[in-house]
């Protein structure tokens, strides 16, 4: 049956206010016109690029351990060349060099990354290894071009046998041809997730894992020289000790007492890191993690399934669930979790604004809510929810305009803009479209952000939405992410397995059409980690929809492994009815995977036939012109509001 699918929004009195996005003129790079979706994203995705997370005080966070002045005093002297070969599998580079500039080929090595290029003759100096690469003239092989279709005319070169290259990827690289005259023509840096994915993916377990009398921890992190995890004193406390990980193929484990519970920790991952050009000491939260301190400044070492974070009934929610007979029924309302009760004074003053609102079932917020799931709307859509950059978890650092004052000027005052603008960066209000850590609900909308609070009050939010018969949709964004590189607390990926989590263009700079950072599910851990986060949701929280930002930028692959893994979740075995969960996403098709360049994507016209929704949003948000594209059993439905 063909779905037809409505989607309403939510506006506060707080949506009147100016937008939430900051100038995009702070972005890393702006989006040519031509690559752009239409307006409405454009505003969603790129207003806020600069803002990010203000650091607890006192607290370094998870940054890189040198200072920023070394770090940027030591770059400018770094061999930092650009990364125009890829190493694609354990065996082949593939390089865009024609056979006159490359008459020959070598790849370089240095474990301590002091390689330079000589001042007498521009040669590599100061490295440790040196191995000649062999042009292999049968080209990339089918499976290298399917995955890499971009670099598919590329020259491959073959790596000999004898070469440890699980060694060699933990070091800075570069590869260097010569003319026939021996002469050095050429050098640049080697893209890794290639070979990573070939000689490293790995299914095994991830984050923490808990057992009846033990803690066990694990990192996947092959390019890693050393990794330990810190324990600290409390979320803001000093270092209590430092424990060394052992290394198996790429992942990094250690396990310890039941006791190690509830502790906050950091990882310290030694690693070459390619927009330095040193070997650097990076402190960086789990990829994995399930709970944080205020700002994700560390992560809370806590059992997701431990009985005091369930609110009563939590186990017997699947049996509460609104029923749904068929997608084809679903009506979807869009809410921000801030505006739905920032202003609502039927709510409790330390409960407005956060995920403890919607427990209120009094509240004129939740009373409208009721009176829209009478009248037959089904599903509430919100707004980011996981932990994201650009609101303080700190509630007492906020700053708030005076609405008082607001309210003298003359209506065509430019008054009220400037006092907004003048606190901006340090105001509660941000849509949320710049991810951090995608596995934990957002500690601004908790009533503390250390500890359990987040985890136990998200859950009560979304038994409360089914308890008065709405099912709730997260609204998910994995294509981007808030920051990269070694220093900063919100950049985390990047510091664990340097521009592996990253899709870069083909100099090596790091994409940034979907807003900044934009992510490569075309690798193999970023698709599982995605697929393992939205599980996280399913079975830890309960969501029963999910909305993809930009579903586009995400491989089409990873979409289908994604409903295939959602809908095998049983009742019986996991406490939820993975049949009824509805995916959707905005299947534009733009910048560098426009046309399958990166891999077949998740674009309206891929994804045709899947099961799996495309959405599109035209023109501005507050006009409410809303489109929605199914595909559903091979149709075609557009449904406007």
């Not at 016109?33 to 409405?40: E, F, K, N, T």
């Not at 579903?551 to 993975?578: F, P, Y």
Request: negative net charge; proline residues 6%.
């Amino acid at each position: 049956m063909p779905m037809r699918t409505m989607l309403l929004r939510h506006l506060s009195p707080a949506s009147a206010l100016p937008n939430p996005r900051r100038s995009p003129a702070s972005s890393p790079q702006r989006i040519p016109a031509r690559a752009r979706p239409p307006p409405l994203h454009s505003a969603r995705t790129t207003a806020l690029r600069a803002r990010r997370t203000p650091m607890a005080a006192g607290e370094t966070g998870a940054s890189v351990s040198v200072s920023a002045a070394e770090a940027e005093a030591e770059s400018t002297q770094a061999f930092m060349p650009d990364a125009r070969a890829y190493w694609v599998t354990s065996d082949l580079i593939a390089w865009n060099v024609g056979e006159q500039e490359a008459a020959s080929v070598c790849l370089y090595a240095s474990r301590a990354a002091e390689m330079g290029l000589s001042p007498s003759n521009g040669g590599i100096q100061g490295y440790d290894s040196k191995v000649e690469l062999q042009p292999e003239s049968a080209g990339l092989p089918e499976t290298v071009t399917q995955k890499f279709p971009f670099i598919s005319s590329y020259r491959a070169f073959s790596v000999p046998s004898s070469v440890d290259v699980a060694s060699l990827v933990k070091c800075q690289l570069v590869v260097a041809s010569f003319g026939a005259d021996g002469k050095h023509v050429d050098v640049t840096g080697l893209q890794l997730p290639g070979v990573l994915d070939d000689m490293f993916a790995y299914t095994g377990p991830l984050g923490a894992v808990f057992s009846e009398e033990s803690v066990s921890l694990h990192l996947w992190a092959p390019t890693a020289q050393g990794v330990s995890v810190c324990f600290f004193d409390g979320p803001a406390g000093p270092v209590l000790e430092t424990v060394q990980l052992e290394e198996s193929n790429g992942v990094w484990s250690v396990t310890g007492p039941r006791e190690w519970e509830n502790r906050y920790y950091l990882y310290e991952v030694d690693v070459y890191h390619p927009t330095k050009a040193q070997v650097l000491k990076c402190l960086a939260g789990d990829p994995y993690a399930r709970g944080l301190s205020a700002n994700g400044a560390r992560t809370w070492l806590v059992d997701i399934n431990n009985e005091t974070l369930k609110p009563a009934s939590w186990d017997e929610l699947a049996d509460e669930k609104p029923k749904l007979d068929s997608f084809s029924d679903i009506t979807i309302y869009e809410l921000h979790i801030r505006d739905f009760s920032a202003h609502d004074g039927t709510v409790d003053s330390d409960s407005r604004g956060g995920f403890r609102a919607f427990a209120y079932q009094a509240s004129a917020g939740m009373q409208h809510l009721r009176k829209l799931s009478d009248a037959g709307l089904t599903h509430v859509h919100l707004l980011p929810s996981f932990h994201f950059a650009g609101v303080d978890d700190i509630k007492s650092n906020w700053k708030f305009v005076d609405e008082c004052e607001l309210a003298t000027f003359p209506p065509g005052s430019d008054k009220q803009q400037a006092a907004v603008v003048a606190i901006q960066e340090e105001d509660p209000y941000n849509w949320g479209y710049n991810p951090v850590l995608w596995g934990v609900p957002k500690g601004s909308y908790a009533s503390d952000p250390d500890g359990p609070s987040r985890i136990i009050e998200y859950r009560q939010m979304v038994q409360a939405l089914n308890r008065i018969g709405l099912r709730v949709v997260m609204d998910v964004v994995y294509n981007h992410l808030d920051s990269s590189g070694p220093c900063g607390i919100s950049s985390v990926l990047d510091k664990i397995v340097p521009g592996y989590y990253v899709r870069r263009d083909t100099n090596g700079q790091i994409e940034n059409s979907a807003a900044m950072n934009n992510t490569a599910s075309e690798h193999f851990m970023v698709d599982r980690l995605i697929v393992d986060d939205l599980l996280n949701w399913a079975v830890n929280y309960k969501i029963d929809g999910f909305r993809f930002d930009l579903m586009g930028h995400i491989m089409k692959h990873t979409m289908m492994r994604a409903k295939s893994a959602l809908q095998s979740l049983t009742r019986d075995a996991h406490g939820v009815d993975g049949s009824k969960i509805y995916l959707y996403g905005e299947g534009w098709d733009f910048a560098e995977v426009a046309r399958n360049q990166r891999g077949i994507n998740g674009s309206q016209l891929n994804m045709s036939g899947t099961g799996i929704a495309s959405m599109i949003e035209s023109g501005m948000l507050l006009m409410g012109v809303i489109h929605l594209v199914t595909h559903y059993s091979k149709a075609l439905i557009l449904v406007c509001s």
